[in-house]
């Protein structure tokens, strides 16, 4: 007996030790190292959205001797790898290790499957002993690393607002807190109604895009039109999921006010108008990326997306798609918005701050990098000059829009987002409404219970939101 | 008694009734129909990588062979992920785990089932109840403490700890009880063999069956895992076939590629087939255990 | 029996220690640490808020009533219960006969030891990949629903599988079903070739029929690995989380009627990392499994001790 106390005693110190050990390793981020920051830079807590102010000399060094990147894909790092001037790959079979000038660079891939991109970088942001550098965040959980003391403000790495003058506004908003820049992104993800120019022939007698888009150009507009397409024998949309995001990225209220969750007018409007459409069977209710054969067959009217959905999910290159024979065109659509997105930030513990600016800089900002990607990836640059020279250019043309240039609908879109109602519980509530919602469109729940599901679900992921 | 139960045996067999003959018929009837069912399996995975990524696209499923499987591996040959690295690793954690968790279960087995001691009941029912946590319960802790004694990013917690597994233990006893006689072990001690020496050469080569179908499951498990690994590895260099895999899955629109996917899914599954096949012998070729036991 | 064994070996009884070091020692040092920093923040207020750290603040059992104050814990306990069922009887009741024919020596299968073989492989493909092809075949536009369609007319229009309650619980019963039967078979094979072969040639003599010779010898004899294949199959059962997670995308639709106890351990530990709740939730799921455990080892094997 008493060895047995003596071992359960053992264990409890053991266990008390370590316990202690990882409550003193784990820093409160916020009430820690916000002082720090503020101290580091006394001006950004004034200056405007989209302004790094400042404009005081900053002076960045290189003390690290590696350069450590963190992502959860190599869609940025093929670019900085072929286009990022003075960096060598250490050797053409691994993408991961390479030099800028005599720094060492390495590259931690984490795929996103089941959060773990996420959980490897709060680990390595929150572990002193971890080496991060700069890391790459998309949208919908931006908000979560843009705070003082996991990246570094733009203010604080030398760049000034003559650098950022030429980004779209939305894509400064996104990674600004409190008035503060925390990163930047080569890309823009503006979106539109992507349409089927058969079916647009048949029953709205012109395929163009002016009057196409003249005839959706409001909600009643784009429903009526559902209207005829039913008649006719088509859908209109493949499934109700596909216009979420038009209204999602249109709210007018966040997703999260004073820790209560907060239902925007929009997205019960998403919810009336799409449970009407699934009534009238004018859409159907399977998930998004199921919509294979109204890729093929002119089932469909219209879906929306960006410039990604074209290649990734319209099946061009399938031989027998509608994308193949260029049966698409693009309009704006009752609403404009955007979908998706990458952004880099610098972690505000890097320890090559001068090499990391110079690489945020170059790969997000730099015109002859921006020009590069178009020309060799296809992307939407951040860069309202460039885009405007390639929307401008009536030679350019793309296949699966059967000749269209898209570039000043997908720059149209861009021009009145708005996302300063972006939270980092937006990724949660987007999935999580839209989940719940389906079932109500199915008829297998009533609206009352979809919603008790929706709040249910938002709760018990984060503890501190109630609705 | 043996013999003339033999002999008996033989004179049944002449006169097959219909009646066995019908059970056979409908035995194998049954058993083809399962077999169709598990292999079903394997053949859409051959077939999904001989097709391309926009044949596959939405999920588009293929009855018969495509024309791209030589295309598909040439492009996962050439892209950044190093397959064989991670077949390696694959294969060193999962026959680590495989061969650690075998021999200590045993061992842990052995100790409860052939002595006598104070604490024996302690120990037992503390595993009984053990058995039943759930991985994902402590799978947080787990990384964050691995990450406190900088043992994260090396293979030491994905092999090390299926020296104690619970469940392996479990069988292990349970498959004693049914089949390791006491009096095996009192004639070797009488012998003078001592208790460790007993233990690796009489009661490991009794328990090969055993061995054999939690060698399969372990590895299995071990090679399949995607959850703990992707918490724990970090660098390329370590990776795993799941998590590499995962990549391919995450990979940019530019790039995402269904046919890679599915090549690769084909190219990590057959390590373990060969593993399973080389072991299974065991499992179908029936050790004659029951005779020592007469 | 007991009491000889006790007699004899009682000098050699120190090696039952020996022999548990290595297990104890590995025990304790990777998993029960966690383990016990899991049962501790049970009582405290511990989760992350962005990148945030709240708590960790002790709070006593407040978790404990929250979990079963709010939330659905007793739907998802019954979801997982139900999708385990339907996994399991076919499971237990296949591998079963399976055992029997494999094990019966009048009835010779020529390919019993191709079938051996074969009815395991389901379970070397990854639950990732599995449910991918399985998402395919049953897909509103899969070969399932073109059949229904096309070929047997029972069906005008696309049954989506994965939006009906009963079909979706039905899909990862079966899934798991094809995934774990070659597994208990091998298990219960395992245990009837540990069974004295001469038992079968006595009552093969005694003109004993195949179903005698399964109920009063197979069955008793193959007791302790059942009792093993039972508490594995529930324990694994209410930790079911793989099949549905993959197959619903974590969200265990239509209406949560898909999500099982393990999954929505999964969305509390796993954007806000909140340990004091996941924490409470893993240890009421030990006790429940715990507890049940017991009952079915004691129930079955302490009838003749």
């Given at each position: 007996?008493?060895?047995?106390?003596?071992?359960?005693?053992?264990?409890?110190?053991?266990?008390?030790?370590?316990?202690?050990?990882?409550?003193?390793?784990?820093?409160?981020?916020?009430?820690?190292?916000?002082?720090?920051?503020?101290?580091?830079?006394?001006?950004?807590?004034?200056?405007?959205?989209?302004?790094?102010?400042?404009?005081?000399?900053?002076?960045?060094?290189?003390?690290?001797?590696?350069?450590?990147?963190?992502?959860?894909?190599?869609?940025?790092?093929?670019?900085?790898?072929?286009?990022?001037?003075?960096?060598?790959?250490?050797?053409?079979?691994?993408?991961?290790?390479?030099?800028?000038?005599?720094?060492?660079?390495?590259?931690?891939?984490?795929?996103?499957?089941?959060?773990?991109?996420?959980?490897?970088?709060?680990?390595?942001?929150?572990?002193?002993?971890?080496?991060?550098?700069?890391?790459?965040?998309?949208?919908?959980?931006?908000?979560?690393?843009?705070?003082?003391?996991?990246?570094?403000?733009?203010?604080?790495?030398?760049?000034?607002?003559?650098?950022?003058?030429?980004?779209?506004?939305?894509?400064?908003?996104?990674?600004?807190?409190?008035?503060?820049?925390?990163?930047?992104?080569?890309?823009?993800?503006?979106?539109?109604?992507?349409?089927?120019?058969?079916?647009?022939?048949?029953?709205?007698?012109?395929?163009?895009?002016?009057?196409?888009?003249?005839?959706?150009?409001?909600?009643?507009?784009?429903?009526?039109?559902?209207?005829?397409?039913?008649?006719?024998?088509?859908?209109?949309?493949?499934?109700?999921?596909?216009?979420?995001?038009?209204?999602?990225?249109?709210?007018?209220?966040?997703?999260?006010?004073?820790?209560?969750?907060?239902?925007?007018?929009?997205?019960?409007?998403?919810?009336?108008?799409?449970?009407?459409?699934?009534?009238?069977?004018?859409?159907?209710?399977?998930?998004?990326?199921?919509?294979?054969?109204?890729?093929?067959?002119?089932?469909?009217?219209?879906?929306?997306?960006?410039?990604?959905?074209?290649?990734?999910?319209?099946?061009?290159?399938?031989?027998?798609?509608?994308?193949?024979?260029?049966?698409?065109?693009?309009?704006?659509?009752?609403?404009?918005?955007?979908w998706g997105g990458t952004w880099v930030c610098v972690a505000e513990k890097t320890d090559n701050a001068a090499t990391a600016a110079e690489i945020l800089k170059t790969m997000t900002m730099d015109e002859g990098v921006l020009t590069s990607i178009i020309e060799d990836y296809g992307d939407n640059v951040n860069n309202k000059t460039i885009v405007a020279k390639y929307a401008a250019d009536t030679s350019y043309g793309n296949d699966v829009l059967g000749g269209q240039n898209p570039y000043s609908i997908f720059e149209g879109a861009l021009a009145n987002v708005d996302v300063s109602n972006m939270t980092i519980y937006d990724q949660i509530c987007n999935e999580q409404i839209q989940t719940a919602m389906t079932d109500y469109f199915t008829g297998k729940v009533d609206e009352d219970t979809a919603w008790d599901n929706f709040y249910t679900a938002v709760e018990e992921t984060y503890p501190e939101l109630s609705r | 008694m043996a013999k003339e139960g033999a002999m008996q045996l033989q004179m049944d067999k002449e006169k097959v009734t219909g009646g066995i003959r019908l059970r056979r018929v409908v035995a194998n009837v049954v058993l083809v129909l399962l077999c169709v069912l598990c292999l079903f399996w394997f053949y859409i995975l051959l077939i999904n990588a001989t097709h391309n990524n926009a044949e596959l696209s939405g999920g588009r499923f293929h009855i018969f062979f495509g024309k791209y499987f030589g295309q598909n591996w040439v492009n996962l040959m050439h892209s950044s992920i190093n397959i064989w690295r991670g077949m390696l690793n694959s294969i060193i954690i999962a026959a680590g785990s495989a061969v650690l968790c075998t021999y200590f279960s045993s061992m842990t087995a052995y100790a409860i089932h052939c002595y006598d001691f104070k604490l024996k009941n302690v120990v037992f029912t503390f595993i009984l109840m053990i058995m039943t946590i759930p991985t994902q319960v402590t799978a947080l802790g787990f990384v964050q403490f691995m990450r406190n004694i900088h043992l994260h990013d090396t293979f030491v917690p994905l092999i090390v700890p299926a020296i104690a597994a619970p469940v392996t233990f479990f069988y292990m006893k349970q498959y004693m009880d049914s089949t390791l006689p006491l009096s095996i072990i009192e004639a070797a001690r009488i012998d003078g063999s001592g208790e460790f020496r007993t233990?690796?050469?009489?009661?490991?080569?009794?328990?090969?069956?055993?061995?054999?179908?939690?060698?399969?499951?372990?590895?299995?498990?071990?090679?399949?895992?995607?959850?703990?690994?992707?918490?724990?590895?970090?660098?390329?260099?370590?990776?795993?076939?799941?998590i590499l895999i995962a990549t391919l899955r995450s990979a940019d629109y530019m790039k995402f590629d269904m046919g890679q996917v599915y090549m690769m899914i084909m190219l990590s599954i057959f390590p373990v087939i060969v593993v399973y096949l080389a072991l299974s012998k065991y499992i179908v070729g029936g050790v004659a255990l029951g005779a020592v036991k007469g | 029996m007991k009491q000889a064994k006790r007699g004899k070996v009682v000098s050699f009884n120190k090696w039952g220690y020996i022999f548990l070091i290595p297990f104890i020692a590995v025990y304790c040092f990777f998993q029960l640490i966690p383990l016990v920093m899991t049962i501790y923040y049970s009582f405290f207020e511990n989760y992350m808020s962005g990148m945030t750290q709240i708590g960790p603040r002790f709070i006593g059992i407040e978790n404990y009533i929250t979990l079963f104050s709010k939330g659905d814990m007793l739907k998802y306990a019954l979801n997982t219960v139900i999708m385990w069922i339907i996994g399991f009887i076919p499971q237990i009741l296949v591998s079963l006969l399976l055992g029997a024919w494999f094990s019966d020596t009048r009835l010779r299968l020529r390919a019993a030891s191709f079938y051996k073989v074969v009815i395991y492989l389901p379970n070397l493909i990854m639950a990732s990949a599995f449910s991918m092809l399985f998402f395919a075949l049953f897909s509103e536009t899969g070969p399932i629903n073109a059949l229904l369609m096309n070929t047997l007319h029972v069906i005008n229009k696309p049954f989506i599988f994965f939006q009906d309650i009963p079909a979706t619980r039905i899909l990862v019963g079966f899934m798991n079903f094809l995934m774990w039967f070659g597994n208990t078979t091998i298990l219960l094979m395992a245990g009837m070739l540990g069974i004295d072969p001469s038992l079968y040639e006595a009552a093969e003599v005694d003109g004993a029929t195949p179903t005698q010779v399964f109920w009063r010898i197979t069955l008793p004899l193959l007791r302790p690995i059942l009792v093993y294949v039972v508490i594995t199959s529930l324990i694994g059962g209410l930790q079911m989380f793989d099949v549905p997670q993959i197959l619903t995308n974590g969200k265990g639709s239509p209406a949560n009627s898909a999500m099982t106890l393990i999954m929505w351990l999964n969305r509390h530990i796993g954007t806000s990392k909140n340990f004091g709740m996941g924490g409470a939730l893993s240890v009421v799921l030990f006790i429940i499994t715990g507890v049940l455990s017991m009952v079915v080892y004691k129930v079955s094997n302490g009838k003749e001790d």
């Open positions: 007996m008493k060895k047995k106390l003596l071992s359960v005693m053992l264990s409890t110190a053991m266990v008390a030790a370590l316990l202690a050990g990882c409550t003193g390793s784990t820093p409160a981020v916020s009430s820690e190292v916000a002082p720090a920051t503020s101290e580091v830079a006394p001006v950004t807590s004034e200056v405007e959205p989209g302004s790094v102010g400042g404009g005081e000399e900053v002076v960045l060094e290189d003390t690290g001797d590696k350069l450590t990147i963190e992502c959860w894909n190599d869609e940025w790092q093929t670019r900085v790898i072929n286009l990022m001037p003075g960096y060598t790959q250490d050797s053409e079979s691994d993408p991961n290790h390479g030099h800028i000038g005599d720094l060492p660079v390495e590259w931690i891939v984490t795929p996103s499957d089941n959060g773990a991109y996420q959980n490897a970088l709060d680990a390595d942001l929150l572990d002193d002993s971890a080496d991060v550098d700069i890391f790459l965040v998309e949208a919908d959980y931006a908000g979560k690393y843009t705070v003082p003391g996991v990246a570094k403000p733009l203010g604080d790495l030398g760049i000034t607002d003559a650098d950022i003058a030429d980004q779209y506004a939305y894509t400064q908003q996104v990674v600004t807190t409190d008035g503060v820049l925390y990163g930047s992104s080569w890309q823009t993800c503006g979106a539109g109604m992507i349409y089927n120019r058969d079916i647009a022939k048949e029953v709205l007698g012109t395929d163009d895009p002016d009057e196409v888009q003249a005839l959706v150009s409001d909600w009643d507009k784009w429903q009526d039109v559902a209207a005829q397409m039913k008649e006719a024998g088509y859908k209109m949309t493949p499934c109700a999921a596909t216009s979420y995001r038009v209204f999602s990225n249109n709210v007018t209220t966040p997703w999260v006010k004073d820790n209560k969750i907060n239902v925007d007018a929009n997205i019960q409007k998403w919810i009336d108008m799409s449970k009407e459409m699934v009534d009238a069977e004018q859409t159907g209710t399977f998930g998004l990326w199921d919509t294979n054969e109204d890729f093929q067959k002119n089932i469909s009217f219209c879906v929306f997306g960006p410039a990604w959905y074209f290649d990734f999910c319209m099946q061009a290159g399938s031989g027998d798609s509608i994308a193949d024979r260029g049966g698409w065109a693009l309009c704006q659509g009752p609403q404009a918005h955007f | 233990f690796n050469t009489i009661v490991m080569p009794m328990m090969k069956p055993a061995i054999a179908v939690q060698a399969i499951f372990t590895f299995v498990s071990s090679w399949n895992n995607y959850f703990t690994p992707a918490l724990i590895l970090k660098s390329d260099k370590n990776k795993t076939l799941p | -």
